[in-house]
């Protein structure tokens, strides 16, 4: 299960994932229900649209589970790949732009964690392997970014708090701390610090989604259930976070 994969880093995800032999379920909002119905259709997976901050996401999520892919189908994995940007400096954010950060790439995440921890129908498997999407921003902060910046840490927080809680189960919570990845999120950064932040990168280059997804793929391999509580930064030893 990979949310917001109708493109970039949750598209990668999925490829990788299909290569691997999963069964997918791909969710992203409604507004881009083509291009998610063209990445599930692409790999035999089926798509759902959802809007990650409504109330019922977690039961909208193990419902779809059971309906298409059977009652005893259990989720493997769940990847919150879902994320946002509303940038500006700390004295412009106001409580929408606070709000809507934290809602998408953190409220949503833990709301649909604890539905999908529960007993029910479609929900995670015994042994499910749970990933966050944290960034460097979340590691060190970035000018402009103080809400996605906290949301991002707080994706790193709850990984080793969840981590913990979950001990006694099989189950393992990590998450990777992209870098400077080159995505449509991105290529919304003026030129200039674009450049920087590519050159920045010890491969002299912007990561691509597949280093994410790779790392992802790693997380959620079964022979990888001892990593537990873990952030792998990807970003090619930018030093924003250092
Ligand atoms: N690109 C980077 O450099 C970078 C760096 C660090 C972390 N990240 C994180 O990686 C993740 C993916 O980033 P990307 O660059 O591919 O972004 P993107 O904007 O290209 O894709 C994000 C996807 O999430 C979906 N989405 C947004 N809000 C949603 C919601 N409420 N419900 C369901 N889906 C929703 C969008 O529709 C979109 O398809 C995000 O969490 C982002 O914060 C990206």
Known sequence: ???????????????????????LVVVDVP?????????????HGSALQLDITAPDAGERIA????????????????VHNAGITRDKMLANLDEK???????VNLAAEIAMNAVLLGDLPGGLADNARIVGIASTSGVAGNKGQTNYAASKAGVMGLVWAQAEELADRPVTVNAVAPGFIETDMTAAIPFVPREIFRRTNSLSQGGQPVDVAETIAYFCDPASGGVNGQVVRVCGQNLVGA
């Open 63 to 78: 419902a779809h589970v059971a309906q298409v892919h059977g009652p005893d189908a259990r989720i493997w994995a769940i």
């Open 31 to 43: 507004q881009a229900g083509d291009a998610l119905a063209k990445v599930a259709n692409g790999l």
């Open 97 to 103: 732009l606070w709000g809507a950060v934290l809602q």
């Open 1 to 23: 299960m990979v949310t917001g994969a109708a493109r970039g880093i949750g598209a990668a995800i999925a490829q990788t994932f299909a290569r691997d032999g999963a069964k």
